[in-house]
């Protein structure tokens, strides 16, 4: 069975699939070419990411796709529902990348903290002592309130990272609302857990926090859960990232409570426009960006790889050469 990964794919994960029989395909293919190619070559697994779209009429033009796969968590970007209802397996791999992400808006929390991305860009000015005054009035993480919004797996890894660092969670979700207790592993050997009880009470997280973190979907009606509203529930001051996905947060909204001062700096690691975020984001000094990297990480992708590697083998079985 032939497998194309159209998004990339893990070495870790070329190897498990070929050492089970899959012939795996890593070359590139444009999404308008996309049909045609995997009829032509026999495809059977398609693998994507982000960058690739799997919508209705891909599935309904390629008979012998047999199963469609998303390295990562939201599958957006695939017609889930659709493909299954006709019989399509389709997969994705949620715990894959959940550390890699939380790690990423740690130091995203870091970043805003301390204006790093800002003063990153502007020593090569050279003006050391104007910028030493000007980023003189950074904030700690420690005894700071951090709010969740999302608390699956990665809102959770993310709590364990941010307790270790001494932050005080509160977490908001509207599906969990069960005790979670989330294991510390803080190096050394040292291991404990804390016990947190989402609440489903948006305004009432938000208003606690003195960072906020989102880790919910895209909305079905793409409506965005962030927006001035909200922001006037926020502590003035307060600072946000965001590593789920662009359109979470009404960006002209945003901007207008950067401006004001209500929120005090921003991290994205996603955008509404992918891949052309607008340049008032980008150039924007009390917002740190980063290109949807969250998962990005060699671990992560060796993890995904395999995973996924694992699942179509399940399902299939091995083949001999």
Same mark, same amino acid.
Not at 15 to 26: F, K, Q, R, W
Not at 125 to 130: L, W
């Given at each position: ?9 893990? &070495? ?21 070419? #996309? ?8 495809? /059977?697994?398609? @693998? ?46 949620? *715990? ?14 870091? *970043? ?13 000015? /050279? ?27 990665? /809102? ?23 005790? =979670?207790?989330?294991?510390?592993? @803080? ?31 895209? &909305? ?32 002209? *909204? ?26 008032? #984001? #980008?150039?924007?000094? =009390? ?35």
């Amino acid at each position: 069975m032939k497998v194309l990964a159209n998004d990339g794919i893990s &070495q870790a994960g070329i190897d498990a699939l070929e050492s089970a029989g899959y012939t795996v395909i890593t070359e590139k293919v444009a999404q308008d070419d #996309l049909v045609e190619s995997i009829n032509n070559e026999g495809i /059977g697994v398609l @693998l994507v990411r982000s960058a690739t779209t799997v919508r209705k009429d891909l599935i309904d033009a390629c008979p012998n796709l047999q199963l469609i796969g998303r390295g990562g968590v939201g599958m957006d970007n695939i017609d889930v529902a659709y493909a299954r209802s006709i019989g399509r397996t389709v997969i994705n791999t949620p *715990a894959a990348s959940s550390q890699s992400v939380a790690e990423l808006v740690l130091g995203h929390l870091s *970043a805003i903290s301390r204006s790093l991305h800002d003063s990153y860009k502007n020593m090569e000015t /050279g003006e050391f002592k104007v910028l030493k005054k000007k980023y003189a009035k950074g904030v700690e993480l420690r005894g700071k309130t951090l709010t969740i919004v999302g608390f699956g797996r990665i /809102g959770q890894s993310l709590a364990s990272y941010a307790i270790g660092c001494g932050m005080n969670v509160v977490a908001v979700d509207s599906f969990i609302s069960d005790t =979670q207790t989330i294991p510390l592993n @803080l190096g050394n050997g040292v291991s404990t857990s804390v016990d947190i009880t989402p609440t489903n009470n948006l305004t009432e997280g938000i208003s606690k926090a003195d960072f906020i973190s989102v880790h919910v979907p895209k &909305q079905d009606d793409g409506s965005a859960v962030f927006g001035a509203k909200e922001f006037e529930s926020m502590k003035d001051g307060v600072r946000i990232a965001n590593a789920a996905r662009g359109g979470v947060i009404d960006e002209d *909204a945003l901007l207008v409570a950067l401006e004001s001062g209500k929120i005090a700096a921003v991290a994205l690691d996603v955008f509404e426009n992918e891949p052309n975020p607008r340049k008032d #984001l #980008l150039n924007h000094p =009390q917002i740190a960006c980063t290109p949807h990297i969250g998962a990005a990480t060699l671990e992560a992708q060796d993890r995904i790889g395999t995973e996924l590697a694992s699942s179509i083998i399940d399902k299939f079985g091995v083949h001999s050469n």
